[in-house]
């Protein structure tokens, strides 16, 4: 039985465990926090039902992902490449909107957000160039150029629609540069030239976006939250914000509302214009440390994207400081087992697609859980192999799936340990 099993679930059995754990949280917190949709929906088994489906068919994909090996990888980053730049270009001309942002498309009546596709095409690429061009002494200098022109054929068009996602995009690309020996003389200056970027898309923000009286706060913010794991934005109308930068106003109201965060009276609290960051605050103060239970959560009735963006909220107002640790201590272990397995690996490629796909899992879930608890300005990442979804949790668990095909058929780089082991055992034999 053990034996069948192993053929079924190959790879790293620690990452294995980390996954299935997420998954049982995952189930039961979108279980719970679900409450809106079952509500809309008349089914309270409905929405839960849906996500462990999902979830099944991402186990599915990893499934298959497993039994390639991992040189098969590289014949897929041009051809989604050219894929993602596709549709990245038709969700912004045709794309559905979902709050605010069009970041959804449909292909034969499936609905899916290219800028999920994007991302791990991007991280697939890089490694792919950082290990063509290693030499003895570091990455060629060329490299750098090479991974700034694919990023400029997808960032730009993944910002547009999604300033965070292409914000963590650029964050894990740059630390796989700094992995992957680029002189630091370029990643360096690259960094100086994002906050440069950064220091005036702030200005042009405010230069262009409008004033937050220009929203809607009281807009039933959990109408459109049916299809995805996307935040609570709304859609700029008008005036310049209104055509390729309708995101400004947006982006500009929530730098605005993380700045001037002030504590204020329960009694003052506008749950009109905060209820987002002002009920995910209620939700961790209401957890009495120890938490309420599995399914006993009050604020998940009034927390837009309770299920989503906010389930860490959640998690805290259910499991306590004692369950968002182990949430939290889930991810760490799941980038530090992929680092050793990294390390491992003979070749570069599949050692720098393994740590480029953690970061991207570990990165986001840190940017939701900072969100949750108030250390950073929303930004509508949701939870990865946690959160509700359709797209995102189906190629988290592809991404999941590359780092467990690594694992078992990277090509293991022998220590002088190893190499004395084996003589041992040679000996032994003889």
């Known amino acids: 039985m053990s034996h069948s099993l192993g053929n079924i679930f190959k790879g790293d059995k620690v990452i294995w465990m980390v996954f299935f754990i997420l998954c049982i949280i995952s189930v039961v917190e979108v279980f719970s926090a679900s409450s809106e949709l079952t509500y809309k929906g008349g089914n309270y088994l ?54 605010g942002a069009s970041r959804w498309i449909s292909i034969l009546g499936i ?4 800028s999920e596709v994007a991302k791990g095409t991007m991280v697939l690429i890089t490694a792919q160039i950082l290990s063509a061009m290693q030499t003895p ?8 150029n090479y991974i700034l022109i694919v990023g400029l054929f997808i960032v730009p068009l993944i910002m547009l629609e999604n300033l965070s996602t292409a914000v963590l995009l650029c964050l894990v690309i740059w630390l796989m540069m700094i992995i992957g020996r ?29 004033d937050e ?19 609570t934005d709304e859609k700029d109308e008008g005036g310049i914000t209104g055509g390729i930068f309708h995101r400004a106003t947006t982006w500009k109201n929530r730098m605005l509302k993380f700045v001037n965060n002030k504590n204020i009276p329960p009694e003052q609290v506008d749950l009109d214009k905060d209820a987002q960051v002002a009920h995910a605050n209620i939700a961790i103060a209401s957890s009495n440390i120890i938490g309420k239970g599995p399914g006993n959560s009050v604020e998940r009735d009034f927390l837009a994207q309770a299920f989503s963006d906010f389930i860490y909220a959640i998690i805290i107002e259910e499991m306590g400081i004692e369950g968002a640790f182990v949430v939290a201590l889930l991810y760490i272990i799941l980038l530090f087992r992929t680092g050793r397995i990294a390390s491992r690996c003979e070749n570069n490629f599949p050692a720098f697609l393994a740590l480029g796909l953690a970061l991207l899992l570990v990165i986001q ?21 946690i959160s509700k ?25 022998v220590t002088t340990q190893d190499d004395n082991k084996n003589k041992v055992a040679a000996a032994s034999r003889n």
């Open 46 to 99: 409905a929405p839960a039902m849906k996500h462990v489906g999902i979830l099944l068919g991402g186990i599915f994909c990893m499934l298959c992902t497993i039994q390639l090996k991992c040189k098969y990888f590289k014949a897929f980053a041009y051809p989604l490449l050219i894929f993602s730049v596709i549709t990245l270009i038709i969700v912004y001309l045709t794309g559905q909107s979902t709050n």
């Open 182 to 210: 680029v002189p630091t003389k370029q990643w360096g200056g690259a960094a100086s030239i994002v906050v440069l970027l950064a220091a005036v898309a702030v200005i042009f923000c405010f230069a262009v976006g409008g």
């Open 213 to 231: 009286s220009e929203e809607s706060p009281k807009k039933n913010l959990t109408e459109k939250v049916d299809q995805g794991t996307n935040s």
């Open 137 to 144: 002494t570091g990455c060629d200098r060329h490299a750098f």
């Open 365 to 385: 879930a840190l940017f939701n859980m900072s969100v949750a608890v108030g250390i950073v300005p929303v930004t509508g990442q949701p939870l990865p192999l």
């Open 111 to 114: 609905q899916f957000q290219p």
């Open 389 to 413: 979804g359709g797209t995102s949790t189906l190629i988290n668990c592809i991404y999941v799936g590359v780092i467990l095909s690594v694992s078992r058929t990277a090509k293991k780089r």
